[in-house]
């Protein structure tokens, strides 16, 4: 692994732990219950104990975030002098941002603030997908080689394939920030 790609690793199994931090401080003020998953509506339909649920959670998002880096660098090592996709830079960033994010959420809730997970997770989901459906036509046809299977016969096929998935991808993620309106 590349000495930069290393450093992103780090720093983002880094981040991925940092929830930690606020669990410990605040560990005495939550309940031994802690919600992890809510409705549409915002109503808790499950919970864990508070040891997990503070610091089983981010260990788990650190450890599937550094399985996905390594898996992403070994394949992208095998390729020969092409940079990495911009879509990629911002892939690598996803799980440590959004575990950082629904766990301040988690933790939120018991406090008593009023947080509206649903129209939070729109949000996230709404602006991840539109920036996704931007870079997917812009990924080189070399490139997606090694990412589509299967992969287009032609050139032409692939454009007109990433076009449709770039568009589709604009469109959910609108409709996903409409939706915080009627959420």
């Known amino acids: 692994m590349e000495k930069k790609n290393r ?4 720093l983002s199994v880094i981040i991925c732990l940092l929830p930690m931090i606020l669990g410990s401080i605040l ?26 649920a503070l610091f089983g959670l981010p260990l788990i998002m650190a450890i599937v975030q550094a399985i996905c880096l390594i898996a992403i660098n070994t394949k992208l090592n095998k390729l020969k002098n092409e940079e990495k996709p911009k ?24 406090l008593g603030s009023t947080v509206y997970v649903g129209k939070s997770i729109c949000l996230i ?4 997908l539109m920036i996704i459906g931007n870079y ?3 990924m080189s046809y070399e490139m997606s080689k090694t990412t589509f299977h299967p992969m287009p016969k032609s050139e032409k096929s692939f454009r007109k394939m990433s076009k449709i998935m770039g568009y589709s991808f604009i469109v959910m993620g609108i409709v996903l920030l409409i939706m915080i309106i009627w959420i």
């Open 125 to 128: 989901l709404g602006i991840l």
């Open 136 to 138: 997917i036509p812009k």
């Open 27 to 52: 560990y005495n003020k939550l309940p031994e219950q802690m919600p992890i998953h809510f409705t549409t509506n915002d109503v808790i339909d499950n919970y864990a104990h508070k040891n997990f």
């Open 87 to 110: 879509i990629l830079k911002i892939m690598e960033w996803f799980i440590p941002v959004v575990s950082v994010l629904f766990y301040v959420i988690m933790v939120e809730v018991p």
């Open 7 to 10: 450093k992103t690793l780090i």
